[in-house]
């Protein structure tokens, strides 16, 4: 699997690599049980404004009153809020990995993530990612959302590479995919140790 083109860059998801998914089916499960929300109804109203909340044309605010507080609620906005935020949990291993493979081969490291902004710039903030990471192309600041392509060349441009000189790393295979048909070289993200043994055979390997 190695090339002859240095890798120069790391394109990585945040959710489901990074961190927890941060508003993925499970946290929104346990949201519809822990404010006593129908799920189905809570579903349909969340899939309807999904995407425009993703790509930055929807609020935190305005996403929560047409999803949850089209009626009156016995907890508040800012309750919600705060228990959206708590679902989010680090991998520790996987942060510590790209620091070093940053570290040990000068790579840039730059996101390609669907998210609303609130919750991505929490993310971003609570978990230090600007630390390791150079650049966020988020769907909530640049107005295009996976599985669009344009996110991922819009990528390419602003880190001025070519598409040979990157590696995506991602836990949704469709996306996996698409970046593929870019030419991208491309991983779906399982776990720690198989990601780290296909970037090995990259020429990635932490010495």
């Known amino acids: 699997m190695g090339s002859s083109i240095p890798i120069t860059t790391l394109f990585l998801d945040i959710g489901g690599v990074l ?4 508003w993925g089916h499970e946290s929104r499960k346990l949201a519809a049980e822990t404010f006593h929300l129908n799920p189905l109804e809570m579903e349909e109203r969340h899939s309807l404004n999904m995407v425009t909340h993703e790509e930055g044309k929807l609020t935190l605010s305005e996403y929560l009153n047409r999803v949850i507080f089209y009626e009156k609620r016995s907890f508040t906005p800012d309750q919600f809020r705060e228990f959206m935020f708590r679902q989010t949990t680090p991998n520790v291993e996987m942060i510590e990995f790209i620091k070093q493979l940053k570290e040990q081969y000068k790579l840039k490291i730059a996101v390609i993530n669907n998210e609303g902004r609130v919750l991505n710039e929490y993310r971003i903030r609570k978990f230090q990612l600007t630390q ?3 650049f966020f192309i988020s769907s909530c600041f640049v107005h295009y959302r996976k599985p669009d392509t344009d996110i991922f060349r819009l990528a390419l441009d602003i880190a001025q590479i070519s598409a040979e000189q990157a ?14 048909s870019l030419g991208i070289q491309s991983i779906q993200h399982k776990n720690y140790l198989s990601t ?7 020429g990635l390997k932490i010495a």
Do not use: H, K, P, W
Not at 196 to 202: P, Q, R, V, Y
């Open 19 to 22: 961190l927890s998914n941060g």
């Open 132 to 134: 390791f990471i150079d």
């Open 167 to 180: 590696v995506y790393i991602e836990d949704i295979q469709m996306f996996v995919d698409v970046a593929r």
């Open 196 to 202: 780290s043994e296909i970037l090995n055979t990259m």
